[in-house]
């Protein structure tokens, strides 16, 4: 596709459920990254790839967060044991460059409710 | 701790008049500055982003103003239209981190036609 896909746009979750949130990057991105955006709030960073080297997970905030990156494509953020606190929208962005100050495309997020 | 931080919250403006939403950082190795435009279930685009080596940057009816000495940057929306209505986010990062961005908390501005 031509931007960066997520899916799926809307999970609802029972507390203590997991979930896996997916994310198809534009073809060739080098970076890859994923923030959380609670409601009214900026994007906050979770974790950045660089191909399929995980190079920063800073932004995670438990060990129940966990993401992936096998083949330096395809991205997949999991949640285990979901709570509360964890309702939010879920952004992936990808860029082209490993580094140097290139454009950051973001997909349209998908919005995790836990209940 | 809140590294960005950004103003107003909110802000109304007349179709023709001038926006201008302000940010401030605190981390001085901050070498990328861009403005986000977000819509209603739609992720943050890319409106206009300037380095630390100039003072100003424009992009059509977009500004951003930098002052690297008082650590503040700011957007200037002239003309404003109702379609600029939305939510602006400043963010900075720094490239040898990767880029990974740190946004200011937002803007909701609204435009009346």
């Known amino acids: 596709g031509a931007g960066v896909s997520q899916s799926p746009r809307y999970k609802v979750a029972k507390r203590g459920q997991d979930v896996a949130l997916r994310c198809d990057p534009i073809?060739?991105?080098?970076?890859l990254f994923w923030y959380q955006q609670a409601l009214g709030q900026g994007p906050e960073f979770l974790t950045y790839?660089?191909?399929?080297?995980?190079?920063?997970k800073s932004g995670l905030p438990s060990d129940r967060f966990f993401a992936e990156r096998p083949e330096g494509s395809v991205s997949t953020l999991k949640i285990q044991r979901t709570q509360q606190e964890d309702s939010a929208v879920y952004l992936c962005?990808?860029?082209?460059?490993?580094?140097?100050?290139?454009?950051?495309?973001f997909g349209q997020g998908t919005r995790l409710t836990v209940v | 701790q809140q590294q960005v931080k950004q103003s107003p919250q909110s802000l109304i403006v007349q179709k023709g008049g001038i926006s201008i939403i302000n940010c401030a950082y605190e981390?001085?190795?901050?070498?990328?500055f861009p403005w986000y435009q977000q819509f209603p279930g739609k992720g943050p685009a890319l409106l206009i982003a300037?380095?630390?080596?100039?003072s100003e940057k424009k992009e059509g009816r977009f500004t951003i103003s930098f002052n690297k000495s008082a650590k503040q940057f700011s957007l200037h929306i002239m003309d404003s239209q109702p379609g600029d209505s939305a939510t602006y986010f400043c963010?900075?990062?720094?490239?040898?981190?990767?880029?990974?961005?740190?946004f200011g908390a937002g803007t909701i501005l609204r435009v009346k036609s």
């Open positions: 962005a990808s860029s082209l460059a490993g580094q140097g100050n290139t454009e950051a495309f």
């Open positions: 073809s060739g991105h080098v970076s």
């Open positions: 790839f660089q191909n399929e080297a995980q190079l920063d």
């Open positions: 981390n001085t190795a901050f070498d990328y």
């Open positions: 300037i380095r630390p080596d100039v």
């Open positions: 963010a900075a990062s720094i490239e040898e981190y990767g880029n990974k961005l740190v």
